[in-house]
């Protein structure tokens, strides 16, 4: 579990953290395998013993007080009796929690035996498979299921089921497939004639992988995409003459998640639902009307980005919720370049847990990959997050994808989430004094994380993990499946107190403060649109420059005239230098740049859900790339460049490579001695490189190269920003950035008067 704080002291009181200008927050990534020093966890045996606080219900950690018979909390400074059976514990020997700031549990639920005939014991995985599609998108998606296939760890159970304007139920266990249809109902708020356990009882759909592996790629070779006349048939006349697809996504995904779910709550250990989408749902309940794409907003005086990221209905929001309930995670996996408003179909995959992903086309698509290696990370599930503070301070809000707990507060609810999964929070005062009467004990913050996983039974300690190879299938039936475990995870930190601005700033962490402002903007542009973000963001900026020099006396409020002596760069600090960048890089990026400058509204809701979900140093990399040098395909020349054309220019070095987190290019300049080789040979310690961060990453990067001079430079050049307009108005003067600071300086200016 590894947690970062957006600045490393603690604002003092609730003046300083108000009038300082900066975030106060933190991000979890619950299920990493390290802290953020890179450090394991500790084991601490099991947490039936572990002794929690009377009052505050923490869990007694390494900053506790502990004598013989009691100990003291550390998050609210209660005096807890140890009972005899731990009293002893505590006395005898060095428990792993009073060492460690980072300990896992053994919880001994009576858990399931996935081993045991136990149908319900098993991981559960569906694929549903849009057939309103093209032959090339059943294609990717066949090759990508017969790949994930061999992902999917033996003692796990797979079902496949197709959606059109009916549902397809498949029986994957025999060599031919039986396949049981149910037509979906046309109208908005039809629901299905039968439920699908009457169509096809589970035991019939859900088949063990290991026996069935054949079977099921027969099955996925009959899948063929609706024909017109069938779905034209099944659609009547359409609406004002409008096509149909016949897409009945929404009764289908209603209608599985009621299936895998029971009417009050979990079937399974942890189901897994692989949806792919080739186009807006358009047929039976949850339909969406896409034709609000179409609009003409900017003739209407609508901001049409305000228009288009609201969702259009409930529906899959309330689905999510079911899901959730159900114990159903589900992956959205959208291949199309149409209009499909993923505004209003996010929820179901963000708040069940799941990834939600775009693809453009076809072509491009690195789904095969994508969904292999998904299912190859370890993955926790049935997770709960729990966070407690000193009571000076509070959890204010939660940020990223999981379900809120309906009745206690800072609980949050994740179905499934991998090592990536990131979280943020705010922090609040809890009263005006903060940290000022109680100066002895530092404020804590305890994260409790409880988590299912799967345990491979040859090898207790170590979680479901990667090593098996795709192409390597004796690894994969060696392993006799796996056990179920329950963990509890505990992360406790004691953090200083900052006395003043000064120690405040300095201990800023920039890509920390750029993840909890990347939440803020994405949640205001959600409720008030982009535009309203971008000014808010602006504002940010400006308040921050603005008490950074009334505190340095460089410029100060009610001054008459300021213009000389703002400090726009934080030249005496150097943690904050670099948040004008980011400022500005966010203000450029498809978050925030308009509808107008040619942001798709599903491409803007994609990067949302992307970036929600990103650990700081992958947000900053998608946010303001990195850009290294080369001198030949073997030899680094500088590992970092501003994102400028001057700089590539002064540079002189002959490639560089970009890593946009969504992307890495290879440029090679038009000035290039044209002896290097082009692309750059396989071995060479640039394409070491380039593999090495397309295994590290949770979503494939795609890779482009480029001859300046040859090709089309367009997608390389458009990330050099700091000469671009920060509105994206008029034509570049090659201002940009440096434009951008004196615009910032000038508005602190105003803002001082
Ligand atoms: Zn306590």
Known sequence: MAVRFTVSRCPVDLDVQESSGVPWGATVVPFAAVDEHGR????????????????????????????????????????????????????SSQAPELLSSFIDFEMDEELPNPEDEDFEARPVFVAAVDLSASEEFLELVKSSLLAALEAIGPGSLFGLVTFSHKIGLYDVQGPIPVVKHIMIPADMDGRIPVDLEMAMPLSSFLAPVESNKEHIAAALETLKPTSSWERATAAGQGIEGVTMGGRGFGVAMDALIKYLGTEHGVTFAMARVFAFLSGPPDYGAGQLDTRRYGEQYASKRIDADKALLPEQTPFYK?????????????????????????????????????SLILYSNTDEATLPQDLYRMLSRPYAFGCVLRIRTSPEFKSARGYGHYFPDPQYENVQHIICC???????????????????????????????????????????????????????????????????????????????????????????????????????????????GVKEARALLHDWLVILTAQYNEYNKLAQFGQPDNSNRVDATFSKCQPLQALPRHVFALLRSSLLRSHEEGVHPDHRIYL?????????????????????????????????????????????????????????????????????????????????????????????????????????????ERYLIEEQDVDGSGVAIGMGFVSFLDQIAHDVVKFMK
């Open 40 to 91: 394991a966890p500790e084991h601490g045996g099991s947490a039936q013993l572990l002794p929690r606080c009377d009052t505050c219900w923490a869990y007694i950690n390494y900053v506790c007080d502990v004598d013989k018979w009691a100990w003291t909390c550390a998050l609210c400074g209660n005096l807890n009796g140890f009972s005899d059976d731990t009293s002893a514990r505590y006395r």
């Open 318 to 354: 309330d689905l999510a919720a079911n899901a959730a309930e159900s114990g159903v995670c589900v992956d959205l996996f959208v291949i199309t370049n149409e209009y499909t408003d993923l505004a209003s179909l996010k929820y179901l995959s963000i708040e069940s847990g799941g």
């Open 418 to 528: 991998d090592q990536y999964a990131t979280y943020a929070f705010d922090f609040e005062f809890s009263n005006s004094n903060g940290f000022t009467r109680n100066q002895d004990s530092p404020p804590v913050v305890q994260l409790a994380f409880q988590y299912s996983i799967l345990v491979p039974h040859n090898d207790d300690a170590r979680p479901l993990t990667t090593s098996r190879n795709h192409h390597n299938n004796s690894a994969v039936s060696s392993r006799q499946g796996y056990t179920l475990k329950r963990r509890l995870r505990i992360r406790t930190l004691q953090i200083g107190v900052a006395a003043n601005y000064a120690e405040l700033y300095e201990s800023v962490e920039p890509e920390v403060i750029l993840t909890v402002l990347t939440h803020k903007i994405i949640q205001a542009s959600l409720e008030d």
């Open 608 to 716: 949302q859900c992307l970036f929600s979900a990103l650990e700081p140093s992958y947000l900053l990399r998608a946010v303001y790339p990195v850009l290294s040098s080369y001198e030949t395909p073997d030899k680094q020349a500088y590992p970092r460049h501003s994102l400028s054309r001057a700089a590539l220019i002064t540079s002189g070095s002959p490639i560089f490579f970009l890593d946009a987190f969504t992307s890495l290019i290879v440029y090679y300049a038009p000035t290039a001695d044209p002896s290097l080789p082009f692309p750059p040979p396989q071995n060479c310690a640039l394409r070491g490189m380039i593999n090495k961060l397309k295994q590290e990453r949770n979503i494939t990067p795609k890779l482009l190269m480029i001859r300046g001079g040859y090709d089309n430079a367009e997608p390389f």
